[in-house]
């Protein structure tokens, strides 16, 4: 019986180091990976990028402007935040600029933003470009960045809907590069808020009331 049962145990013992060494070399099964999320490799901010062939490259002032613009143009009912409009004006970013940039995970909320969602509204952004800061000259051939501040209001317009200005005055510093090839790009950029005693009045008509 003590061999029988010695036969049994080594029997045992070599069946569970089998399945031990086949479990160490069968494939770990992995979960679909489904859509690409804001962080996987495969975003390419660049796919965002609206068109900006009508821009003369040429002009420093056009180019901050047309940014600026693009960047403050939002559509609540169909953007995950406000960094979709920041993506379509990768076309008017230095290659380097856009393709640092990336979708946040959260989207962005507030009743505001909710409002003009379900409206399928948009923001109409009034922009003002302010010359080089600092006193930097667009022209020298010594300065390789130039510095350009880039005021924006903007309201709310959707069918049936026209709001007046958001009290709020978001103001963009923009580092501008002028490149051999392409011509004026935006090689960086930030912005602050900064919020209004007055709002702006709109030039339009007073906005519709919901029913």
């Not at 180091?17 to 901010?45: H, L, M, R, Y």
């Not at 393709?99 to 933003?113: D, H, I, K, V």
């Not at 130039?146 to 709001?163: G, H, L, P």
């Amino acid at each position: 019986m003590t061999i029988i049962a010695l036969g049994i145990l080594c029997l045992a013992l070599i069946s569970g180091g089998a399945w031990a060494v086949i479990g160490a070399f069968t494939p770990e099964t992995k979960n679909n990976p489904g859509q690409p999320t804001a962080s996987d490799s495969a975003f390419d901010p660049l796919s965002y990028a609206i068109d900006v062939s009508d821009v003369d490259r040429t002009s420093r002032t056009a180019v901050a402007k047309r940014f600026t613009e693009i960047a403050m143009t939002w559509y609540p009912a169909k953007d995950h935040s406000l960094t979709d409009a920041e993506l379509r004006a990768t076309g008017l970013m230095s290659l380097e600029r856009a393709q640092s940039m990336f979708l946040p995970e959260r989207p962005a909320t507030g009743e505001e933003w909710n409002l003009w969602g379900k409206r399928n509204g948009y923001t109409i952004p009034n922009v003002q470009v302010r010359e080089p800061l600092h006193g930097a000259d667009s022209d020298s051939p010594d300065n390789e960045f130039v510095n350009v501040e880039v005021s924006v209001v903007y309201r709310w317009k959707a069918v049936d809907f026209d709001s007046e200005y958001v009290d709020e005055e978001r103001v963009f510093y923009l580092a501008m590069h002028e490149d051999s090839k392409i011509g004026w790009e935006v090689s960086d950029y930030l912005y602050e808020v900064i919020p209004l005693k007055a709002p702006v009045k709109s030039p339009e008509k007073t906005p519709a009331q919901e029913s």
